[in-house]
């Protein structure tokens, strides 16, 4: 029965959005790929808001339920028939009466399975596409034969782009640079190759006067000017893809560099992604806790890895399965637990995928001792709070299923603000 009512819902809902966008003609930003889809989307955001009535995607709302509710500015309802029927309610008076309606849209598009982006280009058709990057083992692959399935069904979105859009790829993305060669339409190149039209040279993290890790720093170069980014409460290379691909979209509607370089300096981090937060006992928290994936963690370890600490600090890696991996699952997990031992001082496992993680960490020559490994995520933040100490640096990160944000809850220095910095704060999510 629910089921059956899932999909009249979102029959209604979709049949709304696309009453709505016929009648408004809002120009759409799409922004998909396989990494950092939510982090690019809120940087172009912050870019675009700066000239520009805008709407964004909440949190992230990339499915065929998600992208209508964007479309009617409508929250999930979850499991509520009266919020449910308050937003079709809401979808029928922007279609009956005329009302004030967002120029640009800006949608973070997914695919769970084959076919999902398909289905949605057969009516929305946006103004600018940008490609975030793919991986060798995309998230999500568990449901398509192989990546190259996951990366057409994303590339099914570049295919509806209109005649007069623009395509905005990462150039440091293979993948990305094939679907570029690919398309008829305009292209505007970012990365950190000279060869890219906007180029981020000379990134690092900077910290505050106790030496403590407060974001990172880089020049955009374009045209032969360059001009200083800053971002706070953030690291890592999805930070700085993220601010380019927004530069990048700035441009292509006359907002200058210098003007996206302020509007990107009062960026909201978003939430789970490599977000810095403080710890009890004066720790440091990069909560990655939003999801997980093979190019993801190893990213996020990597940037664990550059930064530099006080004497005696440790670098901790607390870090939960990786799910929807298929066949994968057991290799990448292992490959991960090769690089902690490149990187971390101190493993913490969260479930049985995780326990992989320990068989690379140890044949990576990291000290058995120094390796905990745990069933659920609140039990691994209650052990973490005896075993950290001042200046120590934790790196949490984990598939949404795992609930990593439940070992940052334990550990982190102000939890009563939990709902607003971490993320399935939600009680349709403290439930579960």
Same mark, same amino acid.
């Given at each position: 029965?629910k089921?059956?009512?899932?999909?009249?819902?979102?029959?209604i809902?979709?049949?709304?959005?696309?009453?709505?966008?016929?009648?408004?003609?809002?120009?759409?930003?799409?922004v *998909?790929?396989?990494?950092?889809?939510?982090?690019?989307?809120?940087a172009?955001?912050?870019?675009?808001?700066?000239?520009?009535?805008?709407?964004?995607?909440?949190?992230?709302?990339?499915?065929?339920?998600g992208?209508?509710?964007t479309?009617?500015?409508?929250p999930n309802?979850?499991?509520n028939?009266?919020l449910?029927?308050r937003?079709?309610?809401?979808?029928?008076? !922007?279609i009956?009466f005329?009302?004030?309606y967002?120029?640009?849209l800006?949608?973070?598009?997914?695919?769970?399975?084959?076919?999902?982006?398909?289905?949605i280009?057969?009516?929305?058709r946006p103004?600018?596409?940008v490609?975030?990057?793919f991986?060798k083992?995309?998230?999500?692959?568990?449901?398509?034969?192989n990546?190259?399935?996951?990366?057409?069904?994303?590339?099914y979105?570049?295919?509806?782009?209109?005649? +007069?859009g623009t395509?905005?790829?990462?150039?440091?993305?293979e993948?990305?640079m094939?679907?570029?060669?690919s398309?008829?339409?305009?292209?505007f190149?970012?990365g950190t190759?000279?060869?890219?039209?906007? %180029?981020?040279?000379?990134?690092v993290?900077?910290?505050?006067?106790d030496?403590?890790?407060?974001?990172l720093?880089?020049?955009?170069?374009?045209e032969?000017?360059i001009?200083?980014?800053?971002?706070?409460?953030?690291?890592?290379?999805?930070?700085?893809?993220?601010s380019?691909?927004?530069i990048?979209?700035?441009l292509?509607?006359?907002?200058?560099?210098?003007?996206?370089?302020?509007? !990107?300096l009062?960026l909201?981090?978003?939430?789970?992604?490599?977000?810095?937060?403080n710890?009890?006992?004066?720790?440091t928290i990069?909560?990655d806790?939003?999801?997980?994936?093979?190019?993801a963690?190893?990213?996020?370890?990597?940037?664990?890895?550059?930064?530099?600490?006080?004497r005696?600090?440790?670098k901790?890696?607390?870090?939960?399965?990786?799910?929807?991996l298929?066949?994968?699952?057991? +290799?990448?997990h292992?490959?991960?637990g090769k690089?902690?031992?490149?990187v971390?001082?101190?493993?913490?496992?969260v479930? %049985?995928?995780?326990?992989?993680?320990v068989?690379?960490?140890l044949?990576?020559?990291?000290?058995?001792?120094?390796?905990?490994q745990? +069933? +659920?995520?609140?039990?691994?933040?209650k052990a973490?709070?005896?075993?950290?100490?001042?200046?120590d640096i934790?790196? %949490?990160k984990?598939s949404?299923? *795992?609930r990593?944000?439940?070992t940052?809850?334990?550990?982190? !220095?102000?939890p009563e603000r939990?709902?607003?910095?971490?993320?399935?704060?939600?009680e349709?999510?403290?439930i579960?």
């Amino acid at each position: 029965m629910k089921s059956i009512l899932k999909n009249i819902i979102s029959k209604i809902i979709k049949y709304e959005a696309i009453l709505i966008i016929k009648k408004y003609k809002p120009k759409i930003i799409a922004v *998909t790929g396989s990494v950092g889809k939510t982090s690019t989307k809120d940087a172009v955001f912050a870019v675009m808001s700066s000239e520009y009535f805008v709407r964004k995607s909440e949190k992230s709302y990339n499915s065929d339920i998600g992208i209508p509710l964007t479309i009617l500015g409508c929250p999930n309802a979850w499991f509520n028939p009266i919020l449910w029927l308050r937003n079709i309610i809401i979808g029928l008076e !922007l279609i009956v009466f005329k009302s004030e309606y967002p120029e640009w849209l800006i949608l973070e598009v997914g695919a769970d399975r084959p076919g999902d982006i398909k289905e949605i280009t057969k009516w929305l058709r946006p103004q600018i596409v940008v490609l975030t990057s793919f991986a060798k083992v995309p998230v999500h692959i568990e449901f398509f034969k192989n990546r190259e399935q996951v990366i057409r069904e994303k590339q099914y979105l570049v295919d509806a782009l209109k005649h +007069d859009g623009t395509l905005i790829v990462n150039g440091n993305d293979e993948d990305s640079m094939k679907i570029k060669e690919s398309s008829k339409n305009i292209s505007f190149v970012y990365g950190t190759d000279k060869l890219a039209d906007l %180029i981020a040279t000379e990134a690092v993290n900077y910290y505050d006067q106790d030496k403590k890790i407060e974001g990172l720093t880089f020049k955009v170069e374009y045209e032969g000017n360059i001009v200083p980014i800053v971002i706070k409460g953030s690291l890592g290379a999805k930070s700085i893809y993220s601010s380019l691909a927004a530069i990048a979209v700035g441009l292509t509607q006359k907002i200058n560099i210098v003007k996206s370089a302020e509007a !990107l300096l009062g960026l909201e981090v978003s939430k789970g992604r490599m977000r810095i937060i403080n710890g009890i006992k004066g720790t440091t928290i990069i909560d990655d806790s939003y999801n997980s994936s093979p190019v993801a963690l190893a990213s996020a370890l990597y940037s664990l890895k550059h930064i530099k600490t006080k004497r005696n600090a440790r670098k901790f890696a607390i870090l939960g399965d990786m799910m929807e991996l298929g066949k994968h699952s057991s +290799d990448e997990h292992y490959k991960a637990g090769k690089i902690v031992a490149e990187v971390c001082d101190v493993l913490y496992t969260v479930g %049985i995928r995780s326990r992989k993680i320990v068989g690379g960490a140890l044949d990576g020559l990291m000290d058995e001792k120094n390796i905990f490994q745990f +069933d +659920d995520s609140v039990t691994a933040g209650k052990a973490l709070q005896d075993m950290i100490k001042k200046n120590d640096i934790m790196l %949490i990160k984990g598939s949404q299923s *795992t609930r990593m944000e439940k070992t940052i809850l334990e550990v982190m !220095l102000e939890p009563e603000r939990a709902e607003e910095l971490l993320v399935r704060q939600e009680e349709e999510w403290k439930i579960k």
